[in-house]
């Protein structure tokens, strides 16, 4: 069973964001940031980043406003294997105004459905957003 949403996304977009999924990284983090348009209800691309640290992610995302991250994070292992799970974030900053995350919150579901990305956090202060944080879940 499909969810419903407030929001949708085009087919298009879909698909960019399956080659992201499944676009082959040798090294750093990479994330797909999208957001809703509030005029079309739709879900777009806001930004994309290439070998991006989570330090850096983190101060690119605005911090009064929701966004979903389709992060492609580099996980190092004690052996010295790196692989790079896909992880969906919704970036909700406790600042952020009560309709607007409700927008988003309501959106949630829908697009990990569409996008087939189910490992997810939310995130709500940006001290929690990490490699530790990520790392320890992962």
Known sequence: MSASSTCDIDESLVQ????????????????FVLKIDKKSLKIVEDEVHDNISIEDLVEDLPENTPRFIILSYELKHDDGRKNFPLVFIYWSPSTCKAEVNMLYASAKTYLQEKIDVMRGFDIHDPETLTDEYLSKRL
Do not use: L, P, Q
């Open 16 to 31: 960019k964001i399956k080659e992201f999924r499944f676009a082959k990284y040798d090294t750093g983090n990479a994330a």
